[in-house]
């Protein structure tokens, strides 16, 4: 397994989920590669609308979570809202496709990390427990696996490769 140390990490702010659906005309599910692009372009025509939001502070974890870090995502709530995004489908040619956001729960306070130490050792005085700090684990795994799920070429679910990796070495089966 591929292993690393987090030496720094964000131990305090909100973290706002949201869910996000993205289906073509017919509304079916669309592929995970035409998913990625349509994200990406109805990101950036709500980032035109509000040209506050920091896009370095929202990730998508490719299938249907949205997570922003100290920054809610404006107009969204707990009801859904649709948008038409023109994107090009398998046959590479535009069509509409309805992308759906909404809110998912109450933000997530990063502050629990601080405690991490007291959690996992026996004399813990806090009431807080490992089944606590999941859902943080689950924000640092999706914003760790942005970069790779935006960037590269995906092999099943976890497997990333660099497009270079395939221009230096010929194709990969």
């Keep these: 397994a591929n292993y690393f140390p987090i030496r720094q990490y964000p131990n305090r702010g909100l973290v706002y989920q949201y869910h996000i659906q993205i289906r ?10 035409r998913r990625r692009l349509v994200y990406n372009l109805w990101l950036k ?8 939001l920091d896009r370095h502070k929202i990730v998508f974890d490719n299938l249907s979570t949205i997570l922003t870090f100290n920054q809610s995502l404006l107009d969204i709530n ?4 649709t948008q038409e995004i023109q994107a090009p489908n398998r046959s590479n040619r535009q ?3 309805k992308v759906t956001v909404w809110r998912a729960g109450e933000p997530i306070d990063l502050a629990l990390i601080q405690n ?7 004399e813990n005085r ?3 427990t490992l089944q606590d700090l999941v859902p943080i684990k689950q924000i640092l795994s999706i914003a760790l ?14 497997s990333f490769f660099a ?11």
């Design 24 to 33: 073509d005309w017919k509304n079916l599910e669309i592929h995970r590669d």
């Design 45 to 52: 025509q709500y980032c035109k609308k509000y040209t506050k």
């Design 78 to 81: 707990e009801n859904s809202t």
């Design 95 to 97: 069509a509409t496709h």
């Design 116 to 122: 991490f130490d007291e959690i996992i050792h026996t």
């Design 126 to 128: 806090s009431n807080d």
């Design 145 to 158: 696996h942005e970069n790779c799920s935006s960037h590269a070429t995906a092999i099943y679910d976890r």
């Design 163 to 173: 497009a270079t990796t395939a221009e230096q070495h010929g194709e990969w089966d």
